[in-house]
């Protein structure tokens, strides 16, 4: 078995500890554990077990650490898309998609969908076209949707009619004749 070329100091593992006791995203905390397991000498698969991170991930923070010190296990992101509109903007979107249909905003000729409802594919259109923003996930844009108060309309499965009453009653014939039991005769010794 290779020696572990990668130990921490008492020193450094006290850095550590005070870290993770100080930062507010629980991510960074994560993180700085499982430097700080690594360089104590814990077995991957444990501090795999423990935090609940892999391999590649551990490895990653481990290096990090190495090359920038505590500051280069920190969460470098910056937030997500809920970061791209501002307050004002968000209550200019859920007012205009209340007050005005696909079709009165944007032009036919760009619209995927032609219904009158708002869709993902047409707010993703207007979004864009109003303050130059794209989303990386669906999921943004349907939860813009949902914050302006609209639900998710899934279609439904076809309507399957019932039979014809005439169909009905020629198959209800036709199993009174092939039924030697009658059930309404009744049974005399």
């Keep these: ?41 814990y077995r991957t698969e444990e501090i795999e077990a423990i935090v609940g991170c892999t391999w590649r991930s551990l490895m990653r923070w481990v290096e990090a650490y190495r090359s920038v010190g505590v500051a280069g296990v920190r969460d470098q ?39 009158a409802f708002w869709t993902v594919s047409d707010l993703k259109i207007a979004l864009y076209v109003g303050y130059d923003l794209i989303y990386q996930s669906d999921t943004s844009y349907r939860t813009v ?18 039979l014809s009453e005439e169909v009905i009653a020629e198959f209800e014939a036709l199993l009174e004749k092939e039924s030697p039991i009658c059930f309404n005769s009744t049974v005399t010794d």
């Design 77 to 115: 992101r910056k937030g997500g898309n809920r970061a791209k509109l501002t307050a004002e903007q968000r209550a200019e979107v859920k007012e205009r998609l209340n007050t005005y249909r696909p079709d009165q905003l944007l032009p036919p000729d760009i619209r995927i969908e032609q219904g």
């Design 1 to 41: 078995m290779a020696h572990r070329q990668f130990q921490l100091s008492k020193a450094q593992q006290q850095d550590l500890k005070t870290a993770e006791e100080h930062v507010k995203k629980g991510s960074e905390a994560k993180r700085l554990m499982t430097v700080r397991l690594y360089g104590e000498g």
């Design 145 to 162: 949707l949902r914050e302006a108060n609209f639900s998710r309309q899934q279609t439904e499965s076809p309507y399957r009619s019932r």
